[in-house]
């Protein structure tokens, strides 16, 4: 995701990462909707209905870090961001590579969180929960519950990974960072797993249909589709295609994201020839909002 964390972990932990991944991909091909095998946690009263069946309780959620003031993770919200360990992926940029072993436990207990959350409601406008992967924790719901009943917002950033679960969530969320990584034929080489450009349009697909549900209601829904922009993951033709493909399929707001070397693995594992691309070319006046960062 975007957003850096800072953790006590250290990039020795990389050859975990890297088997705890695949273990992530399998699970992230067994995506069928459920949130995985766990207990039922308290029921949290949101008026959204009870949380899927399997969903577990906030305090399994093993929490990497948290950010206590953001202005940065979702646009015009002051926000604590909360980040959340494991990501079957393994994209070569990664900015939180410490992050992505879905094996790992976690740095700081829900119980804190949910404590700091408690003493700062009235002064944060809502909570985003960053990863990692956040929908590869199935108490994820459970914990969005309890900050929508804090009466905070509910931002989340996601890669897609798990589209049938990010549709049972949104519902429940207010703003989504989606990432779309790049054209079809380059994912595989960005993420380092198959199936994830299928995952991420699927998951737009959601993304832009709450939109469409919720405009005009007193609960309307926003996001941000988002692309990191690294030479060998995108060039400028792939990046004129994809803004053609966003703009077709409805997208309204496109971020671009240039690639900053800050936090990643040293060296890289693939992807260290990057080059300068050019914005010049892209059709800007397909979208609402076009942001370059
Ligand atoms: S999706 Fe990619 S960038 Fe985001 S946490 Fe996973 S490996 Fe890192």
Same mark, same amino acid.
């Given at each position: 995701?975007?957003?850096?964390?800072?953790?006590?972990?250290?990039?020795?932990?990389?050859?975990?990462?890297?088997?705890?991944?695949? %273990?992530?991909?399998?699970?992230?091909?067994?995506?069928?909707?459920?949130?995985?095998?766990?207990?039922?946690?308290?029921?949290?009263?949101?008026?959204?209905?009870?949380?899927?069946?399997?969903?577990?309780? %906030?305090?399994?959620?093993?929490?990497?870090?948290?950010?206590?003031?953001?202005?940065?993770?979702?646009?015009?919200?002051?926000?604590?961001?909360?980040?959340?360990?494991?990501?079957?992926?393994?994209?070569?940029?990664?900015?939180?590579?410490?992050?992505?072993?879905?094996?790992?436990?976690?740095?700081?207990?829900?119980?804190?969180?949910?404590?700091?959350?408690?003493?700062?409601?009235?002064?944060?406008?809502?909570?985003?929960?960053?990863?990692?992967?956040?929908?590869?924790?199935?108490?994820?719901?459970?914990?969005?519950?309890?900050?929508?009943?804090?009466?905070?917002?509910?931002?989340?950033?996601?890669?897609?990974?798990?589209?049938?679960?990010?549709?049972?969530?949104?519902?429940?969320?207010?703003?989504?960072?989606?990432?779309?990584?790049?054209?079809?034929?380059?994912?595989?080489?960005?993420?380092?797993?198959?199936?994830?450009?299928?995952?991420?349009?699927?998951?737009?697909?959601?993304?832009?249909?709450?939109?469409?549900?919720?405009?005009?209601?007193?609960?309307?829904?926003?996001?941000?589709?988002?692309?990191?922009?690294?030479?060998?993951?995108?060039?400028?033709?792939?990046?004129?295609?994809?803004?053609?493909?966003?703009?077709? %399929?409805?997208?309204?707001?496109?971020?671009?994201?240039?690639?900053?070397?800050?936090?990643?693995?040293?060296?890289?594992?693939?992807?260290?020839?990057?080059?300068?691309?050019?914005?010049?070319?892209?059709?800007?006046?397909?979208?609402?909002?076009?942001?370059?960062?």
């Amino acid at each position: 995701m975007g957003a850096r964390v800072a953790t006590a972990r250290d990039a020795s932990t990389d050859a975990r990462a890297d088997a705890g991944a695949d %273990a992530g991909a399998r699970d992230a091909s067994a995506d069928a909707g459920a949130w995985g095998a766990a207990s039922a946690g308290p029921v949290v009263s949101t008026g959204l209905g009870r949380p899927p069946r399997h969903a577990a309780s %906030a305090d399994r959620l093993r929490v990497a870090g948290m950010t206590r003031m953001s202005t940065v993770d979702w646009p015009d919200h002051l926000v604590a961001t909360v980040f959340l360990q494991g990501c079957p992926w393994d994209c070569f940029y990664c900015h939180n590579p410490a992050l992505i072993d879905p094996r790992a436990d976690g740095a700081l207990p829900w119980a804190q969180v949910r404590t700091f959350l408690h003493s700062r409601q009235g002064l944060l406008d809502g909570v985003v929960f960053s990863g990692g992967e956040p929908t590869m924790q199935p108490g994820l719901v459970a914990a969005v519950d309890e900050v929508r009943a804090l009466g905070l917002g509910v931002g989340l950033h996601t890669g897609g990974a798990y589209p049938a679960r990010l549709e049972q969530l949104l519902p429940r969320v207010d703003w989504v960072g989606l990432d779309v990584k790049s054209t079809p034929e380059r994912y595989q080489a960005v993420i380092g797993r198959p199936g994830g450009s299928e995952r991420a349009w699927r998951a737009l697909e959601s993304v832009l249909a709450e939109h469409e549900r919720r405009a005009g209601t007193d609960r309307p829904f926003d996001y941000e589709v988002r692309t990191t922009v690294h030479s060998d993951a995108i060039d400028e033709r792939g990046l004129c295609e994809l803004g053609e493909s966003l703009a077709d %399929a409805g997208v309204r707001t496109w971020a671009l994201q240039r690639f900053r070397s800050t936090g990643v693995r040293d060296p890289m594992p693939r992807g260290t020839e990057g080059r300068r691309v050019s914005f010049d070319a892209l059709p800007r006046d397909r979208f609402a909002r076009m942001v370059i960062r």
